[in-house]
């Protein structure tokens, strides 16, 4: 099974600041990495697929860069609603989700 | 507008079953592959199984293989999860979620379900 772990655990970052959240796969996942968002109390959101494309919706200050184990999910100005658990996810080989990225404001 | 409306969750004791359903709008329901993925309380995100277009392939995770079976009736709509000896650690909000695919190629899940709880306890 690949593992993914994210970091850090929590982030504290204060509005209209940039947010750097880190995933790192144990092994190759090629490029097929997602993104995830979840509010409180919703269901998660898709934020980005194939480690660096925007899904549908999602603003431009979203944005995701890497391949094979390191990955990043850039926020480049965060806004207020933009404070949520953030995971990523690999699809090389079946699906596996980090443990998560608490985005908290400072 | 698509919707993903679980049902069928509830409390049940530790060996007992469920059967959740997964009622979709808004989309063609037959042109997308489904999964469940759970979420046990204060945990994050673990996939449970997909299923294909047609209902004729179908993935567990190795925790609920051979206890949990995923289908899918395209005529109604609905996709189901029948969980069967339940344990303690099966305790999770479980979600349906809608495939994206890329010219068949999985890219994440783009509609997910508000989810539904499912605790396992005497």
């Known amino acids: 099974e690949i593992v993914m772990t994210q970091s850090p655990a929590t982030l504290s970052v204060s509005p209209g600041e940039r947010a750097t959240l880190s995933c790192r796969a144990s092994?190759?996942?090629?490029?097929?990495l997602a993104w995830y968002q979840q509010r409180p109390g919703q269901a998660p959101r898709l934020l980005i697929y194939?480690?660096?494309t925007r899904a549908t919706g999602i603003p431009a200050r979203f944005s995701g860069s890497g391949s094979g184990t390191e990955f990043t999910l850039t926020i480049s100005s965060l806004q207020s609603e933009d404070f949520a658990v953030y995971y990523c996810?690999?699809?090389?080989?079946?699906?596996?989700f980090g443990q998560g990225t608490k985005l908290e404001i400072k | 507008e698509v919707q993903l409306v679980e049902s069928g969750g509830g409390l049940v004791q530790p060996g007992g079953s469920l059967r959740l359903s997964c009622a979709a709008s808004?989309?063609?329901?037959?042109?997308?592959?489904m999964q469940w993925v759970r979420q046990a309380p204060g945990k994050g995100l673990m996939w449970v199984s997909r299923?294909?277009?047609?209902?004729?392939?179908?993935s567990y995770a190795d925790s609920v293989k051979g206890r949990f079976t995923i289908s899918r009736d395209n005529a109604k709509n609905t996709l189901y999860l029948q969980i069967n000896s339940l344990r303690a650690e099966d305790t999770a909000v479980y979600y349906c979620?809608?495939?994206?695919?890329?010219?068949?190629?999985?890219?994440?899940?783009?509609?997910w379900g508000q989810g539904i709880l499912v605790t396992v306890s005497s």
């Open positions: 979620a809608r495939v994206y695919d890329i010219s068949g190629y999985y890219q994440g899940c783009d509609y």
């Open positions: 808004g989309f063609t329901f037959s042109s997308y592959w």
């Open positions: 299923i294909n277009r047609d209902g004729s392939s179908t």
């Open positions: 092994q190759s996942v090629s490029s097929n």
């Open positions: 194939g480690a660096s």
């Open positions: 996810q690999q699809y090389n080989n079946w699906y596996t």
